[in-house]
């Protein structure tokens, strides 16, 4: 949430204390790198992670932490053991929640992956923390929450994806009646140019191979689906209050321009750069600042071109069931978003196809049981309902297509 795209940062002379939730994941190990960099600007109080215990401990033994939080509670032994009387060591949700009530942390940086990462980043606002956000499911399940508790709070929405740095970046300055549309790039995928009758057969290894982006399996899938998008456009509408219908998706196969906003008196906005997600972070934690980064720049002597398509949402509908769970609201987006996260974890299990994913769901979604004004426990019931549904249409996929 950036208030008339032109907030101010209070000067801080001492090291912004940082809550890093997901440190051992993709964009955790680009948010530490970037810490690295600054170690005079930054100081990791708190690492978090799911299972990947050994990647911890090693963090924890480098950034030096208050405490860390292993999400699986049956690694909490393990992990206690090995750093006994170096920091504080917490399990499970209840662990996470508890580390988030430290007024110590100025910051909170989520980049747990799923809808995981609802509850922390509400935790986060009751306790007045900033929030730095690439937890997309965070705002697609429960954007009415998130939105109406930070501004009752006071507290600011970071986003740290690529298109929304991007977009954040081209709107500030910039006054919210201005604005026409909001453009989302996107790669297209590692599927862009297959027809649509070869789908069926992608591979899980072939899915994982992004031409552009290193990222972990569950954003990498649902980038090669054009559900990643899908997601993105029902965080843009949170995050800019900007009208559905002038949200728009371009797929831009070079992945320079990073998102663009037009205004109404025809000018485009556009936000250049290399494919590398420290940049974005870095910009969330150092705003309204900017400071060096060791990363690689464009030369634009070597690209020989930048070209852009209109999305193909016959062979792609995962974009297009985004568009049409927000337009309902409500609760739509969430049983979406639980149907993409079983149906990508099925497929990476090689249980389903390729072309099952937006199948599960879209059937979850019509047949989930709606409500439009919720609350957390609503969501909370419905994540339950929709995984066990979601799971049910895996097994009859499954059963349609042939045991694999």
């Not at 508790?149 to 690529?162: F, G, H, Q, T, Y």
């Not at 006054?175 to 297209?188: F, K, M």
């Not at 949200?247 to 906005?269: L, R, T």
Request: net charge neutral; aromatic share 6%.
């Amino acid at each position: 949430m950036v208030k008339g795209w032109t907030v101010e940062m209070s000067e801080n002379q001492s090291p912004r204390q940082i809550a890093l939730l997901g440190s051992t994941g993709s964009i955790g190990q680009s948010s530490l790198d970037v810490v690295r960099q600054h170690p005079e600007h930054f100081r990791v109080r708190y690492l978090t992670a799911h299972r990947n215990v050994e990647k911890l401990i090693q963090q924890a033994r480098e950034f030096h932490p208050q405490g860390v939080v292993i999400s699986d509670k049956a690694l909490y032994r393990e992990l206690k053991q090995e750093l006994s009387g170096f920091c504080r060591v917490y399990a499970g949700m209840e662990g996470m929640l508890e580390i988030l009530r430290d007024p110590g942390i100025d910051l909170v940086l989520n980049a747990l992956v799923g809808a995981v990462g609802v509850r922390p980043t509400l935790q986060a606002i009751a306790a007045h923390k900033d929030v730095a956000l690439a937890n997309k499911e965070t705002l697609v399940m429960a954007g009415q929450l998130v939105m109406s508790s930070a501004r009752k709070e006071n507290v600011r929405i970071l986003p740290i994806d690529s298109e929304h740095s991007a977009i954040w970046q081209c709107l500030l300055g910039e006054e919210p009646h201005t604005v026409r549309r909001l453009i989302l790039t996107a790669s297209g995928g590692p599927f862009r140019t297959w027809p649509q009758e070869k789908l069926a057969e992608v591979t899980v290894e072939q899915a994982l191979k992004h031409p552009n982006w290193n990222m972990g399996a569950k954003i990498t899938i649902d980038s090669a689906t054009l559900m990643n998008k899908g997601l993105e456009v029902i965080e843009a509408f949170w995050l800019y209050g900007v009208p559905l219908e002038r949200i728009q998706v371009v797929v831009h196969p070079q992945s320079i321009i990073h998102s663009m906003v037009e205004f109404v008196d025809g000018s485009v906005k556009a936000q250049l750069g290399v494919p590398d997600m420290r940049i974005p972070i870095q910009y969330a934690l150092t705003y309204p600042k900017r400071l060096p980064l060791d990363v690689d720049t464009l030369n634009f002597h070597e690209i020989q071109s930048l070209t852009f398509e209109e999305p193909d949402t016959k062979r792609f509908p995962c974009l297009q069931i985004a568009y049409e769970a927000l337009k309902r609201g409500g609760t739509s987006p969430a049983a979406m978003n639980v149907a993409n996260e079983v149906a990508v974890q099925q497929f990476l299990k090689q249980a389903i196809r390729f072309t099952d994913i937006p199948e599960i769901i879209r059937r979850t979604v019509e047949n989930h049981p709606f409500t439009e004004n919720y609350t957390l426990n609503d969501l909370l019931e419905l994540e339950k309902w929709a995984r066990e549904y979601a799971h049910r249409m895996a097994r009859k996929r499954v059963s349609f297509n042939g045991e694999r």
